[in-house]
């Protein structure tokens, strides 16, 4: 079994911190890059600017596996300059308002520490405190020497963290999904020829897996990403129904969503590698949201997919929680799962 | 045609689970076809070569796609109570009383949280399948698995109901033009696709494949010969419908000539199809590489996405004399 050492810890680290909101994710591709050249065959950044890595299988014609996770996170973007050193600004990808008062943030480049403020409660009325703010009417004040320009991106200020037996951080989704897809390929089996994509633009729109996908023609397809948590308990006593996923049980393995239905075929067969190797697993529950195998799979003339995602709680928020255990355990249901991958897999009973 | 069509609707084949349904239908066609094969995502791909010395033979794609709508398990309770999503357009108005079964032979019926107020329909969330289980220990079914709809096919004599008349009617209509068609002068790829309730995928990716010079898709529409329904002309028994335009797609005018000239030439009845909401596999098939003209040819079908869908059999056959015509002779658009 592989396990989580200090250097991942530190490259998760250096990941999570960079900057990356969808269409500008040059800080951590540059990170990926670094990463990947020592141990791949053949690299490259397409004309969308996400990272296509080759690493050869053995043998005479390797099943031809392409494993996704996407580079870009949630952001923003400066829309206005209001002078004074305060910026309107537009959400980039799906964003809750009501994370964002009070918030530090970090724009442009050079990383100009901002602040997104609201008014205070002493001068807040009763209409005001009830109903949420509009990004409409928020401004990132970066002060009045603060210096952003129109189109820059920001994003939250938030370091990463290891607390105990879990790490928080923002953009857990997707830094997570790269730092496994970095790590695999360390590791990467001989039985199979990977097709690493480290994609851009998912947040909107699965646009970067769609290209890359076409350019790799995978026999099959892995989207490694994250997904949310939603396992707090019931405070009126009722059953949890609707926890999407839970912290602490492992890989998501899904079934459905509103993108994809994942392929029985893959979705057994990597039940069946956790149950043998005894590897903590859970379904994720069937319902919305979406990763980039919904592209993929509808690419050329299709490709088989599943989803494979570590939960985090706070989706989408300054600050997520994932857990050691549920990042290591999903590493290892994937490394043992394309350790034992062959054409076998792919023949419709 | 009535004992096939009884198997095809009672075969279990929610979208994305059509393995059961494509043993089935390839057992019909292979006998008839050239060549047999599945695809990537499962769709069927079963091809009629032209005839020796056809001259200009065009390359033609019919879709009927295989799945229908159904329903997968979100969680079980700790009591073995069993709460779900749909599976394509699941109507939660359709549900409450209904018998499902899982692809492991489980049956299980659909019942409701207590409400207030009974005269609202409730969401899927305040509803549940129970399989007969007392705890989650010994639920024989868990979260992912997937249901379909239970009702067993039902012969009015010219009216037919199953739970998955769409769209295992196209796929009826598909076989038997393929069984009917003796000799094309084209290159025909009957196509059952997979996973259309969800987004027409199947056809997406196997129109790609085959890059077809033109296409169609057989599917149900809708009906407005009921009690109340309203602005919709096509009505049970009067000719398949040809479309002229659905919620996803305008068909190319030139597809609905050639279906127009040929229902008229060999005195089929049809009727003009102009259906607001709703799309089929030709949506999908249109915009794959570098566009194809395609049109559709529909079979109306009362309560579409009940258990209980209902066709007129001399629709289905005369659907069946109008493909085989079209198949038989050379096209030019």
């Not at chain 2, 006998?31 to 009629?48: C, F, Q, S, T, Y």
Request: include cysteine; hydrophobic fraction near 40%; proline fraction near 6%.
């Amino acid at each position: 079994m592989l396990s989580i050492d200090k250097q991942q810890f530190k490259l998760l680290e250096k990941l999570c911190n960079a900057m990356s909101v969808s269409g500008d994710e040059g800080e951590v591709r540059r990170i990926v890059l670094e990463e990947v050249k020592p141990y791949a065959d053949e690299v490259k950044v397409d004309a969308l600017g996400s990272v296509l890595v080759l690493k050869k299988g053995s043998g005479k014609n390797p099943l031809k596996v392409m494993l996704d996770c996407h580079m870009d996170e949630v952001g923003f973007m400066i829309v206005h300059d209001d002078k004074d050193g305060f910026f309107e600004f537009e959400s980039v990808g799906g964003i809750d308002p009501r994370h964002l008062v009070g918030k530090q943030v970090i724009v442009g480049k050079d990383h100009v520490a901002g602040v997104i403020g609201a008014k205070p409660i002493h001068l807040a009325s009763r209409s005001e405190l009830s109903s949420a703010v509009s990004v409409d009417s928020m401004r990132i004040d970066l002060g009045p020497e603060g210096k952003a320009k129109i189109g820059d991106r920001a994003t939250f200020a938030t370091k990463f963290k290891r607390v105990g037996p879990s790490i928080m951080s923002k953009a857990i989704d997707n830094r997570i999904g790269v730092a496994i897809l970095i790590e695999l390929l360390k590791h990467a089996p001989k039985n199979v020829e990977l097709c690493l994509a480290f994609s851009v633009q998912e947040e909107i729109g699965l646009r970067g897996a769609k290209v890359a996908a076409h350019y790799f023609e995978p026999d099959l397809a892995i989207a490694v990403d994250s997904t949310p948590a939603r396992d707090l308990p019931d405070y009126e006593g009722n059953e949890n129904i609707s926890y999407n996923t839970k912290l602490g049980f492992g890989p998501a393995i899904y079934v459905a969503n509103s993108s994809t239905i994942d392929d029985p075929r893959l979705v057994r067969f990597l039940e069946d590698i956790a149950i043998k190797e005894k590897i903590q697993y859970q379904f994720r529950q069937p319902g919305g949201g979406g990763t980039d195998a919904g592209a993929i799979q509808k690419t050329r003339a299709g490709v088989p997919v599943v989803s494979v995602s570590v939960p985090h709680r706070y989706t989408h928020s300054p600050i997520s929680v994932s857990r050691v255990d549920d990042w290591k355990n999903t590493l290892n249901l994937l490394h043992s799962a394309l350790k034992k991958m062959t054409r076998d897999l792919l023949v419709h009973k | 045609m009535k004992p096939l069509l009884k198997t095809l609707t009672e075969t279990f084949s929610p979208s994305g689970y059509e393995d059961e349904i494509r043993k089935v239908i390839t057992k019909e066609v292979k006998p008839l076809a050239d060549e047999v094969r599945v695809d990537a995502l499962g769709n069927l791909i079963v091809r009629k070569k032209p005839a020796k010395g056809a001259k200009d033979p065009k390359k033609i794609m019919i879709a009927a796609h295989m799945d229908e709508i159904g329903v997968m398990v979100t969680h079980v309770d700790s009591n073995g109570f069993v709460r779900f999503t749909g599976i394509g357009g699941v109507y939660p108005r359709n549900l409450p009383g209904g018998h499902v079964r899982f692809a492991n032979g489980v049956s299980g019926v659909i019942g409701l949280e207590p409400t207030n107020q009974p005269a609202e329909i409730p969401p899927l969330s305040k509803m549940f399948i129970d399989v007969g289980a007392s705890d989650k220990k010994n639920c024989p079914v868990k979260t992912g698995d997937v249901a379909g709809f239970e009702r067993s096919f039902l012969d009015l004599g010219d009216k037919l109901v199953a739970k998955s008349m769409d769209d295992r009617i196209g796929c009826l209509v598909a076989i038997e033009a393929l069984r009917a068609l003796k000799s094309t002068p084209h290159d025909v790829y009957f196509v059952f696709t997979t996973q259309e309730e969800i987004g027409t995928r199947g056809a997406q990716t196997s129109a790609y494949g085959i890059d077809p010079d033109l296409g169609f898709s057989i599917d149900v529409t809708g009906w407005g010969d009921t009690p109340g329904q309203k602005d919709f002309e096509v009505a049970l028994g009067k000719g398949p419908a040809i479309k002229i335009r659905d919620g996803g797609m305008l068909s190319d005018p030139r597809i609905v000539d050639w279906m127009i000239r040929t229902a008229e030439k060999g005195k089929l009845p049809y009727q003009r199809e102009v259906l607001l909401g709703g799309t089929t596999d030709a949506h999908a098939m249109q915009l794959v590489r570098g566009g194809v003209p395609v049109g559709c040819i529909s079979i109306p079908c009362r309560y579409v996405h009940t258990p209980a869908e209902m066709v007129d059999i001399n629709d289905v056959t005369n659907a069946v004399k109008l493909i085989v015509a079209m198949l038989s002779n050379p096209v030019s658009i």
